[in-house]
T-cell receptor
Framework: NAGVTQTPKFRVLKTGQSMTLLCAQD?????MYWYRQDPGMGLRLIHY???????AKGEVPDGYNVSRLKKQNFLLGLESAAPSQTSVYFC??????????????FGPGTRLTVL | DQQVKQNSPSLSVQEGRISILNCDYT??????FLWYKKYPAEGPTFLIS?????DKNEDGRFTVFLNKSAKHLSLHIVPSQPGDSAVYFC????????????FGAGTTVTVRA
């Protein structure tokens, strides 16, 4: 049981390049999330999904797109990377139990540098 | 505007003593609170949580206290151990049907031998 995994672990991009970050979970969780962590800012929600085929904007969605074609996968795309997107990106998942408080389980993170 | 605030970026404590981490929130709709622990180069891991119907929740060495009137919660670690050295994030949710968490900026705890 791997939990939440993220690919790649590290990436360096040039301004204007595109890339996709992959998140996979094997816990059959309904909800999935993408966060970014910046110094002094904590974790900020980029986009999230409450089920296969659904996505929604979080706190800082600009410059990012997401897709949830399969329940176990949540992809985060950067179409035209900018230096302001240099950050550590975390994916998380939660069971999505109706009427219950949910704990989110996090992946190990992807460190992205945009030059 | 951050709705969850951890005003102490760092805390240094001697091994065996108590660590107290504080968290304040502004959104009165928050009614579920969590603490996450994060080691370098790893993702955050869930530590302990508390619902707004309680004012205290205890799990081994970790106790979370909630003061709703003051919109304040704290995490007590007793006794502190070297393995507790990590970044601790406070997070809050606005109800069981709210899918999102709001996080504080984190407090880095260093436990000195």
């Amino acid at each position: 049981n791997a939990g939440v995994t993220q690919t790649p672990k590290f990436r360096v991009l040039k301004t204007g390049q595109s890339m996709t970050l992959l998140c996979a979970q094997d816990m059959n969780h309904e909800y999935m999330y993408w966060y970014r962590q910046d110094p002094g800012m904590g974790l900020r929600l980029i986009h999230y999904s409450v089920g296969e085929g659904t996505t929604a904007k979080g706190e800082v969605p600009d410059g990012y797109n997401v897709s949830r074609l399969k329940k176990q996968n949540f992809l985060l795309g950067l179409e035209s990377a900018a230096p302001s997107q240099t950050s550590v990106y975390f994916c998380a998942s939660a069971a999505g139990l109706a009427g219950a408080f949910d704990t989110q389980y996090f992946g190990p993170g992807t460190r992205l540098t945009v030059l | 505007d951050q709705q969850v605030k951890q005003n102490s970026p760092s805390l240094s404590v001697q091994e065996g003593r108590i660590s107290i981490l504080n968290c304040d929130y502004t959104n009165s709709m928050f009614d579920y609170f969590l603490w996450y622990k994060k080691y370098p180069a790893e993702g955050p891991t869930f530590l302990i949580s508390i619902s707004s119907i309680k004012d205290k929740n205890e799990d081994g060495r970790f106790t979370v206290f909630l003061n709703k009137s003051a919109k304040h919660l704290s995490l007590h670690i007793v006794p502190s151990q070297p393995g507790d050295s990590a970044v601790y994030f406070c997070a809050a949710s606005a109800g069981s049907n709210d899918y999102k968490l709001s996080f504080g900026a984190g407090t880095t705890v260093t436990v000195r031998a």
